[in-house]
């Protein structure tokens, strides 16, 4: 299956900073990419979708300025939490879509604040 | 909102045929219905997907019912490897450059014995 390549896998990062996680598909062209946040034992809740070339559309209650999504290819998909805090530590996913019915998962990245 | 039910835990003997079942009484007509399962700490991997009849691949068989209130995802000699958490998502048909997201339920977490 296509595959879908999240970076960095683990990061752990000062209170304040900003942390940036990429998404890259590596075998297809993504028009629509997916971001993921999921806490222990909880399921995977969505934060925001992008489509390249435009701006994303945040779920509610998901802080656009504190989470920046960049789509500038269709291969290439950033996310950014900006002044990181603890209670950001968390497991992101990227997923991307191709132009068939099937969306692909990265690797997952978990972040942790300290 | 997660349009789908699901039992949050079952256990299956190494082996042995998996069946896990699924309630989307309330889906739509242009809805597929979409298989997902999360290894820990990974991201999701795509099973399956259907609309209204059964299908079968080298991963699984899913069966929809003729009302397609419910499905079944079927494993049919599970191993240990197939312990995860599966998530049965609703969603609605592709359409090429639409943004069709998947919402994520609380899945079912299913443990193969050995």
């Known amino acids: 299956g296509a595959v879908v390549s999240q970076h960095p896998s683990r990061v752990i990062c000062k209170s304040g900073t900003s942390v940036k996680i990429e998404c890259r598909s590596l075998?297809?062209?993504?028009?629509?990419m997916f971001w993921y946040r999921q806490f222990p034992k909880k399921s995977l809740m969505l934060m925001a979708t992008?489509?390249?070339?435009?701006?994303?559309?945040?779920e509610q209650g998901v802080e656009k300025d504190k989470f920046l999504i960049n789509h500038a290819s269709l291969t290439l998909s950033t996310l950014t939490v900006t002044s990181a805090h603890p209670e950001d530590s968390s497991f992101y996913i990227c997923?991307?879509?191709?132009?068939?019915?099937?969306?692909?998962f990265g690797q997952g990245t978990r972040l942790t604040v300290v | 909102d997660a349009k789908t039910t699901q039992p949050p835990s079952m256990d299956c003997a190494e082996g042995r045929a998996a069946n896990l079942p699924c309630n989307h009484s309330?889906?739509?007509?242009?809805?597929?219905v979409y298989w997902y399962r999360q290894i820990h700490s990974q991201g999701p991997q795509y099973i399956i997907h259907?609309?209204?009849n059964n299908e079968t691949n080298e991963m699984a068989s899913l069966i929809i019912t003729e009302d397609r209130k419910s499905s079944t995802l079927i494993l049919p000699h599970a191993t240990l490897r197939d312990t995860a958490v599966y998530y049965c998502?609703?969603?609605?048909?592709?359409?090429?450059?639409?943004?069709?997201?998947?919402?994520f339920g609380k899945g079912t977490k299913l443990t193969v014995n050995p």
């Open positions: 998502i609703v969603r609605v048909a592709y359409t090429q450059g639409g943004s069709e997201k998947l919402v």
């Open positions: 075998d297809f062209q993504a028009t629509t």
């Open positions: 309330t889906i739509s007509g242009n809805e597929y």
């Open positions: 259907g609309l209204k």
């Open positions: 992008s489509n390249e070339g435009s701006k994303a559309t945040y």
């Open positions: 997923s991307a879509r191709d132009y068939g019915a099937k969306a692909f």
